[in-house]
């Protein structure tokens, strides 16, 4: 069974709830998830998944300083996730809080791993984001976003 990995930082509870309907849409699509806190994460964890989902608060557009330590620390394992599956999402205090360029920053970590990030044309194009509590409209959003990613995922893996 494809295995995917959704790893968050939260303070406030907003990004979890985020990262919940994430791995629901994931598991909805049939990929078995782990979902983590980043403090707990593994970096071994990285390599035994086939998708890698990333989601942070924004702080001063950019993402937490707990999760730019764990991508930091992943430069163990540089190389050897290419060809997985890659996602991300954020979520702000604001509308032009910075998730975009928080969500861009998280890819760009997923990218440069040689991961695959999809894109989406309907709805946010980088990845969900949400501002302040995650209302229902966002928390859809991450169902289905983990479904997408859920779907190439199981392409990718041949399942």
Request: charged content about 25%; overall charge neutral.
């Amino acid at each position: 069974m494809a295995k995917a990995l959704v790893i968050y930082s939260s303070r406030s509870g907003h990004t979890r709830k985020m990262a919940e309907a994430v791995a629901k849409g994931l598991e909805e699509a049939k990929v078995s998830v782990t979902l983590t806190e980043v403090a707990k994460a593994k970096l071994d964890d990285l390599t035994e998944s086939d998708a890698i989902v990333l989601g942070s608060p924004c702080y001063y557009g950019c993402m937490s300083a707990e999760m730019k330590k764990f991508l930091d620390d992943s430069v163990k394992h540089h190389g050897k996730l290419g060809g997985k599956v890659g996602g991300a999402f954020s979520s702000s205090g604001m509308l032009g809080g910075g998730n975009e360029t928080t969500v861009r920053g998280l890819i760009d970590a997923l990218m440069i791993h040689g991961m695959i990030v999809k894109g989406n044309a309907r709805i946010s194009h980088y990845g969900p984001v949400a501002v302040g509590e995650p209302d229902q409209t966002a928390i859809d959003e991450c169902r289905t976003y983990g479904k997408e990613l859920g779907g190439l995922t199981l392409r990718l893996s041949g399942e």
